[in-house]
């Protein structure tokens, strides 16, 4: 039951009679890299791509700086053609597609060469829930070592850097 239901990271959405507020701006900044997203870009020959991302920080409703690997088919994509979708799947029945337009703010991190940086510019937000299902949670992740948990910290605080300059 997709329906576009915004503009910008922050939804209001009427269940029941009852509006309900959605902050996603919110979501991503509390929860550094633990929002999993699954992120859709097209490729040159015009077949999806899709990625799994977590790592990103929202300066605005209307923007999101995210943290990636150069390397990808994911980053090339961006780089082409720059169209974008986000899907976030999150406790609280929180189940969005953000779609938007991605540039390259820094093609290397200071903290990771193998990591840059993109803004997402938000264009539309559609709500993708059940109406027979409550997302109750979703998908998790857990540091693989010492060092991933530093390079996290490192790469956050570079976005949240890179996304107030």
Known sequence: ??????DHLIVRVVQKGEEKVFDLQKTFNENPNRVISTVGTVNEDGWPNTAPMSLFYCPDEKTIVAGMVRASQTAANLRRDGRVILQVVFGGDIVFGIRGRGTVLKEALECSEAT??????????????????????????????????????????????????
């Open 1 to 6: 039951m997709a329906k576009t239901v915004s």
């Open 116 to 165: 840059m940086a993109f803004r997402i510019d938000v264009v539309s937000v559609k709500r993708d829930t059940s109406p027979a299902q409550i997302v109750t949670s979703g998908p998790s992740c857990t540091p693989r070592s010492d060092r991933a948990v530093e390079y996290e910290k490192a790469a956050w605080k570079e976005l949240v850097e890179i996304g107030s300059a």
